[in-house]
C-alpha cells in the first residue's frame, strides 16, 4: 500500500526549488541611467564636508611624511648601553 501523494511529495523535493534568473529584468540599466541622469547637480552640506575632511587627510598625510622624513635621526643609547655605562664606584669613597 503506497500512498501516491507521498511519492508525489517526495518527488517534488527531489527537483527543489527553481533557481532565480541572474539575469536584470529588460530595461533596467535604462531606467538607472535615467534615474543618475535627472540626480540633482548641486552638492549637499554632507558632499561638501566629505570633500573636505578627504582634503584634510590628504594634508595631514603629507604634513606627516614630512616632517617624519626631515627629523633628525638622534642615536639615543638602549636601555642595555645605558647599564653599561654606569661610572664605576671608586673605593675611596666608601
Given at each position: 500500500?503506497?500512498?501516491?501523494?507521498?511519492?508525489i511529495l517526495l518527488e517534488l523535493a527531489k527537483r527543489g526549488r527553481p533557481e532565480p534568473s541572474a539575469e536584470a529584468p529588460y530595461g533596467f540599466a535604462s531606467r538607472v541611467a535615467a534615474r543618475w541622469a535627472e540626480a540633482p547637480k548641486q552638492a549637499s552640506l554632507a558632499d561638501l564636508w566629505e570633500r573636505l575632511c578627504w582634503y584634510g587627510a590628504g594634508v595631514s598625510l603629507?604634513?606627516?611624511?614630512?616632517?617624519?622624513?626631515?627629523?633628525?635621526?638622534?642615536?639615543?643609547?638602549?636601555?642595555?648601553?645605558m647599564l653599561l655605562s654606569v661610572p664605576?664606584?671608586?673605593r675611596d669613597t666608601f
Open positions: 500500500m503506497k500512498d501516491e501523494r507521498f511519492d603629507a604634513a606627516l611624511v614630512f616632517c617624519a622624513s626631515f627629523t633628525p635621526s638622534a642615536s639615543q643609547p638602549n636601555a642595555f648601553e664605576e664606584i671608586s
